[in-house]
């Protein structure tokens, strides 16, 4: 036998022995497409879900002054006061209370300070589902719901999002029969993503109703993402469960500073959960992550406190992108879509090219373009792909034009 086929040997033997959860979380379609472009000259990059910009400084500066102080030590595992009451008085701000009719502010004892909104979703994952469990997600889906659900020992159990991109009513719509029907006696909770990465499907309130019903009727559990909540184009906010719960529903919301105010690298986010489900989580977090940096915590009560003229800039700029490109996509007439209602990404579906995943390598070397491929995001997204419009215009502009073009050469 030689070294090489014993190493080999011995790296599969390695793999047989791990846990079965473990082997089923899939690699990212998403971040095969970035591996494979990254850092190449030139190449606009739209398959991640970020923007170009940089965190704005009054975090960054919040959170130097962290450091320099000497704010290096553990810390509170459900997250700072400060910023656990940042958090409320934001929520409060924007969502006017925790309860549909109910004026109170939120208490800042519902938030829960994690490791980026990937964290608070294993967090409320761990708390609700495990081995055998069955958990309803609509679909096309970002897949990170998928591989927290696998890693956990439960099935995900797509539900369909339909495309019509025909007249006034075009979008992407959630069948809520099809969803309703796909229940069993091993369901355990529904994870809802609105608005939605990646088509932009944006729940209404009678959708956020009929899926309360059905949770209540079936006593399941709503992990609610509502990350892109403000990057709603129809003004406003995006309808949110808070609008229509009352205090004994089981819903657990998943957030982030990220994308509202160009964290993904810093890496902060919460959880919102009943107060009654406190130490739990706390526990959940000392066993899993021990807390967050505090510098990083006095960044986001910078976000939380000085940050709104950067978001509402970004909100902006994302709008008018979308229109953009749009626009310029539709004009080749060789592109379907529909104009998300929110989130910032373009999922579109382009005539004669069925497998995105090679079209997505193809725009990388052909084009200068890096997009996602839709069948990285599950059932239903296999003929699309997603783009990320949370750019500058000129580049938008450009991604556009260039796409244009390598459609038309490869007619």
């Not at 701000?93 to 109910?102: D, M, S, V």
């Not at 006095?298 to 909100?315: D, H, I, K, N, W």
């Not at 949370?390 to 260039?402: H, L, P, Y």
Request: hydrophobic residues 45%.
């Amino acid at each position: 036998m030689t070294l090489a086929s014993a190493a080999a040997g011995g790296a599969s033997d390695h793999l047989a022995a791990l846990r079965a959860e473990a082997l089923a979380v899939p690699e990212s379609g998403i971040v095969e497409l970035f591996n494979y472009g990254r850092g190449r000259e030139g190449l606009i990059p739209l398959w991640v879900g970020e923007g170009d910009l940089a965190t704005p400084a009054c975090i960054v500066e919040a959170a130097q002054k962290s450091l320099a102080a000497g704010e290096t030590f553990y810390t509170y595992q459900r997250g700072i006061p400060e910023l656990r009451q940042a958090i409320a008085d934001y929520m409060t701000l924007h969502y006017g209370g925790p309860f549909a009719g109910n004026a109170r502010p939120f208490d800042p004892e519902r938030f829960f300070v994690t490791i980026g909104g990937m964290h608070a979703l294993q967090l409320a994952v761990r708390m609700t589902c495990g081995f055998g469990d069955e958990i309803l997600v609509p679909a096309p889906a970002w897949p990170n719901f998928d591989g927290v659900l696998l890693a956990a020992g439960a099935r995900p159990v797509p539900t369909p999002l339909a495309f019509d991109d025909r007249g006034q009513n075009a979008g992407w719509r959630l069948d809520i029969d099809a969803l309703e029907q796909a229940i069993t006696p091993k369901t355990r909770a529904m994870v809802i993503n609105s608005p939605a990465n990646p088509t932009g499907w944006t729940a209404s309130l009678d959708d956020l109703r009929a899926l309360l019903d059905i949770a209540r009727r079936d006593g399941l559990w709503i992990i609610a993402d509502e990350i892109y909540g403000r990057f709603f184009y129809d003004g406003g906010r995006a309808p949110s469960f808070h609008d229509i719960m009352e205090e004994g529903d089981r819903i657990l919301f998943v957030q982030t500073f990220s994308k509202n105010w160009a964290m993904t690298g810093m890496r902060i986010g919460w959880l919102e959960a009943p107060p009654a489900l406190g130490q739990v989580i706390e526990n959940l977090i000392q066993v899993s992550t021990s807390g967050v940096p505090v510098p990083t915590q006095r960044g986001a009560v910078a976000a939380l406190t000085e940050g709104e003229p950067f978001f509402a800039m970004q909100a902006t700029r994302a709008r008018a992108n979308r229109d953009a490109l749009a626009s310029a996509l539709a004009a080749t007439g060789r592109v379907r879509l529909a104009l998300p209602r929110g989130a910032f990404y373009m999922f579109c579906a382009v005539d004669g090219e069925p497998d995105t995943r090679a079209l997505a390598f193809r725009l990388v070397d052909e084009a200068g373009v890096g997009v996602a491929p839709g069948s990285a995001f599950g059932p239903g997204g296999e003929s699309f792909m997603r783009l990320c419009y949370a750019r500058d215009s000129g580049q938008i502009a450009e991604a556009a034009r260039r796409m244009a073009d390598w459609l038309d050469r490869n007619r």
